[in-house]
């Protein structure tokens, strides 16, 4: 079973932008989808987005227009960057993964994923 690594966290200011890499062990099947949660303590765990092993993206309504989710296939990396980084955006950040199937709307549904990262904590001040 392949593993996925986060990276990228930190503790950056309001307004600021952030990279977050989601970097898998091996080579994933043919068709998968890799979405991006985040969890604020004490709350549920929420959707950010997700990309589809065909390109296709797929973005929850309150993280359009701030974050972008991309893929290097090569590198065997997702890619979530953020622009203008709010102190809500504090959170743990992770990438999970399903395979045999694009994003749809069962992802967002945590229990539908196979495989998930260690995390990477996000902390905004101002």
């Known amino acids: 079973v392949p593993r996925l690594a986060e990276s990228g966290g930190g503790s950056v200011q309001a307004g600021d932008s952030l990279r977050l890499s989601c970097t898998r062990s091996r080579e994933f099947v043919t068709t998968y989808c890799v979405a991006w949660w985040r969890q604020v303590p004490g709350k549920e765990r929420e959707v950010v987005g997700g990309i589809s092993s065909d390109g296709d993206l797929i973005y929850a309504d309150a993280a359009k227009g701030r974050f972008t989710i991309s893929e290097d296939v090569s590198k065997g990396t997702v890619y979530l960057d953020v622009k203008s980084l709010k102190l809500d955006d504090t959170a743990v950040y992770s990438c999970?993964?399903?395979?045999?199937?694009?994003?749809?709307?069962?992802?967002?549904?945590?229990?539908?994923?196979?495989?998930w990262g260690q995390g990477t904590q996000v902390t905004v001040s101002s």
């Open positions: 999970a993964a399903r395979f045999g199937v694009m994003c749809g709307s069962w992802y967002l549904t945590p229990s539908r994923y196979a495989i």
